[in-house]
């Protein structure tokens, strides 16, 4: 947020006198500043998103999006989980599921007011992910007290993810490939990766891991030449076709695809 359109030390103001860009959110009309985030926070953000995304029933999910249920608030969880639909700007509702990464230096009671803010406008559950300390994820519902979660258990979402998350995918992204790798495959009818391993096929999954790249391109509405398509069905490194399946995702082109990160 520019200081030329909005003082930090006065208000209350509205949703639509933020631009999009603009570095604060709103509660009852007076604003917070949502500070840069740094390496592990932002990676977790972008891998959290990308877990999300890839499960068979979201539809739509975001990074920092801005949800407006009323004109004095703004929200922008680390990442969300929505319905799709809408014409831009401010999203005017609440997400169905959002995702917090707490870093070091996080504000605690900015923290529980947001919490409060998201499950008062209809968030049905909102997870807490703590980078410091002990591997965790705090859940909070409507009406609910909090439960805590850690490493070996697993997160469910009954009625907006159809898969459950390991608390590990939330932290680690190696885990977090598997989840998405599973997803992805789900999500394109492939049998999945669980059951690519029981049938003992390096090869086998290697194919699966090539078709399911190129059926997240075409479905992108990339165009693949011949040369993409050998290239990606003759690659024997699982760990390479992991990586580029989860830049299939993002990537602008097929060109780009390959690029270095």
Known sequence: MSNSRLQPDTGPFRADQL?????????????????????????????????????PDVQWTGVDAGYSPDPGTLRAPDVSVATPGGD??????????????????????????????LLGHGTRLLWVVRLI????????????????HGIGELLV?????????????????????????????????????DAIREEGREEGRDEGL????????????????????DRLRGTRDTGQLRAWLLAAAQAETVVGLFEPA
């Open 19 to 55: 631009r999009d860009g603009d570095r604060y959110e709103l509660t009852n009309g007076h604003p917070i500043y949502c500070a840069p985030s740094g390496r592990d926070h932002a990676g977790s953000n972008a891998t959290g998103a990308a877990l999300l995304d890839s499960d």
């Open 88 to 117: 831009g700007g401010w999203i005017p509702d609440a997400p169905l599921l959002a995702v917090e990464y707490a870093a070091r230096g996080q504000n605690e009671a900015e923290l529980r007011t947001k919490i409060a803010d």
């Open 133 to 148: 300390g002990p591997r965790r994820v705090e859940v909070h519902a409507p009406g609910q007290p909090m439960q805590t």
């Open 157 to 193: 979402a009954p009625g907006i993810l159809r898969n459950p998350v390991p608390v590990a995918a939330l932290f680690d992204r190696d885990a977090a490939q598997d989840v998405i790798l599973r997803n992805l495959l789900q999500r394109r009818g492939y049998a999945g990766l």
């Open 210 to 229: 090539a078709d399911a790249i190129l059926t997240l391109l075409a479905a992108r509405g990339l165009t693949i030449d011949d040369a993409t398509r």
